[in-house]
C-alpha cells in the first residue's frame, strides 16, 4: 500500500467520500474498489497532473457533482535520485511538474470548492528532505521545500477565505517503493536495520499512519492548526547527526 492508498483509506473509514486522482487507471481503481469493498465511499478520476489544462478543468468537473469540497489532499510525488551533474533540465522539469507545481494547479483550481465549504483544508505531502536531506537529492529536496514553503504563504492567504493549508512531512514509510530499495540493496536485512538505527523510535511508519495524521488535520480537532510542517518520521529530523 502506498502513502495516498493509505490516505484515501483512512479518510474513507472517517465517512468522507474519496475522489482519487491519479495518472494509473489501474492503480487508483484498486484503491477505489478496496474503499468500496470496505464499505466506503469513493470515485477515480484518471488525470496526469504534468498536463497544465487537465489539470486546471478540474475544477468545472468537480463542480459539476457536488457542491464544495471539504479537503483537498496533494499526494502525488515522484522521486529522483542524482547529483546535480546527473540531473538533466528535463529530469528537474519532470519532478517539479509533478512534485510542485502539481499541489499549487490542483489547490489553485479547486479553491472556489474549498470556498464554498466555510471550514476546509488542504494538506500538502512533502517530506522530510522538506527540511533536512543527503547529497544527490537536489531537485527532490528542492521540490519538498518549496512545497513546505508554499504551504506557509497560502495558510496566511486562504486562512481569512475558511481554508486551512499544512504540510504532513513523512521520513521511512512502509511503502513498495521502500520495499523496492531494499531489495535492491546487496544486503536487504543490514540496510533495514541500519534505516531503524536512525530512527530514535525505531520503527517505520505504515501508510495508514500517515493517513490518519492527514484525518487529524482536515477534522474540527486541528481547527486552530494552519500553516505547520508536521514530521511524522519518528523523530528522524531531531538528530543533529545521521
Same mark, same amino acid.
Given at each position: 500500500m502506498g502513502i495516498g492508498a493509505g490516505i484515501a483509506a483512512v479518510l474513507a473509514e472517517a465517512g468522507g467520500h474519496v475522489i482519487g486522482v491519479d495518472v494509473d487507471a489501474a492503480a487508483g481503481r484498486a484503491v477505489v474498489n478496496s474503499i468500496e469493498s470496505a464499505g466506503g465511499s469513493a470515485e477515480f478520476i484518471e488525470l496526469d497532473l504534468r498536463e497544465v489544462e487537465a489539470v486546471e478543468a478540474l475544477g468545472d468537473r468537480l463542480a459539476s457533482t457536488t457542491p464544495h469540497l471539504d479537503a483537498v489532499v496533494n499526494n502525488a510525488g515522484v522521486a529522483?535520485? %542524482?547529483?546535480?551533474? *546527473? &540531473?538533466?533540465? *528535463?529530469d528537474w522539469n519532470q519532478l517539479m511538474a509533478v512534485d510542485l507545481r502539481a499541489p499549487y494547479l490542483v489547490t489553485? &483550481?479547486?479553491l472556489k470548492l474549498l470556498e #464554498? #465549504? *466555510? !471550514?476546509a483544508s488542504v494538506v500538502n505531502i512533502a517530506s522530510v528532505h522538506s527540511v533536512m536531506t543527503v547529497a544527490t537529492m537536489t531537485a527532490y529536496a528542492a521540490a519538498k521545500g %518549496? /512545497? #513546505?514553503?508554499m504551504t506557509r504563504s497560502l495558510a496566511q492567504e486562504l486562512g481569512p477565505r475558511g481554508v486551512r493549508v499544512n504540510t504532513v512531512s513523512p521520513g521511512f /514509510? !512502509? &511503502?513498495p517503493l521502500f520495499r523496492a530499495w531494499l531489495d535492491s540493496e546487496p544486503d536487504p536485512e543490514a540496510s533495514l536495520a541500519r534505516v531503524l538505527s536512525i530512527i530514535p523510535t525505531g520503527r517505520i511508519a505504515t501508510p495508514r499512519e500517515i493517513g490518519q495524521v492527514v484525518a487529524f488535520l482536515v477534522s474540527d480537532l486541528a481547527r486552530s492548526i494552519s500553516g505547520v510542517n508536521l514530521m511524522v518520521d519518528g523523530a528522524l529530523t531531531t538528530r543533529l547527526m545521521h
Open positions: 529522483y535520485f %542524482g547529483g546535480i551533474s *546527473e &540531473t538533466q533540465p *528535463e489553485r &483550481t479547486c #464554498a #465549504a *466555510e !471550514d %518549496g /512545497v #513546505a514553503a /514509510v !512502509d &511503502t
